[in-house]
Nanobody, 122 residues
Framework: VQLQASGGGLVQPGGSLRLSCEAS????????IGWFRQAPGKEREWVSC????????YYADSVKGRFTVSGDNAKNTGYLQMNSLKPEDSAVYYC????????????????WGQGTQVTVSS
């Protein structure tokens, strides 16, 4: 059972990145795919979640209107499209999977990816 996060990098303010979260060993169609981030010296922060079962999406206020979360059950992959990026979005981003539904607390998730670094800087 594994989640593989990818797509991070260095981008200028106002730019975009798309993160991917590929699952292996299990199927995501009955899971909530959550995204969290953690900046140096800060606690892990919930960012967004996609419910594969019903297509519902959830966002933290800090990213609402800029980020779009989605999933592709055929590819067993979740995505986080990040637009209008700001320096304060810089962090290591993690994807996680939780049985059946979404949650905003990291300890409720069953599986975690390894994290991908996002740096927003000019």
């Amino acid at each position: 059972v594994q989640l593989q996060a990818s797509g991070g990098g260095l981008v200028q303010p106002g730019g975009s990145l798309r993160l991917s979260c590929e699952a292996s060993g299990f199927t995501l169609d009955s899971y909530g795919i959550g995204w969290f981030r953690q900046a140096p010296g800060k606690e892990r922060e919930w960012v967004s979640c996609f419910s594969s079962r019903d297509g519902m999406t959830y966002y933290a206020d800090s990213v609402k209107g800029r980020f779009t979360v989605s999933g592709d059950n055929a590819k067993n992959t979740g995505y986080l499209q990040m637009n209008s990026l700001k320096p304060e979005d810089s962090a290591v981003y993690y994807c996680a999977a939780r049985t059946l539904t979404c949650a905003k607390t990291w300890w409720e998730y069953n599986y975690w990816g390894q994290g991908t670094q996002v740096t927003v800087s000019s």
